[in-house]
């Protein structure tokens, strides 16, 4: 079993940056393939980064290419969301997936795939 505790959200205004932090207990991540996902009020859960466990590959959601930037620090058993340039609709609440598995390109960006969730945290951008 793996646990995921988000942190790092907040309140920030446009054009600001958040980072934000999930760090996992219970096994090591090292294996696992991680992502971000988030979900705004009264929509669905969609995806944002993924990582495989050796951080040399990444994917990104093309509403955040360019401004997001996903990392992982496997030592720490910790991956990161760096955030920059942050518009009002990026507001959601940010949750942190895992899954025990290598690098599957069609099936990273899909919430069914992760066997492992955080309880999210709140990410509020105003204008």
């Known amino acids: 079993q793996v646990q995921l505790v988000e942190s790092g959200g907040g309140l920030v205004q446009a054009g600001g940056s958040l980072r934000l932090s999930c760090a996992a207990s219970g096994r090591t991540i090292a294996t696992s393939t991680m992502a971000w996902f988030r979900q705004a009020p009264g929509k669905g859960r969609e995806f944002v980064a993924a990582i495989s466990w050796s951080g040399g590959t990444t994917s990104y959601a093309d509403s955040v290419l360019g401004r997001f930037n996903i990392s992982r620090d496997n030592a720490k058993n910790t991956v990161y969301l760096q955030m920059n340039s942050l518009k009002p609709e990026d507001t959601a609440v940010y949750y942190c997936?895992?899954?025990?598995?290598?690098?599957?390109?069609?099936?990273?960006?899909?919430?069914?795939?992760?066997?492992?969730w955080g309880q999210g945290t709140q990410v509020t951008v105003s204008s």
């Open positions: 997936a895992a899954k025990s598995s290598l690098y599957a390109i069609n099936y990273v960006r899909t919430t069914a795939w992760y066997g492992y």
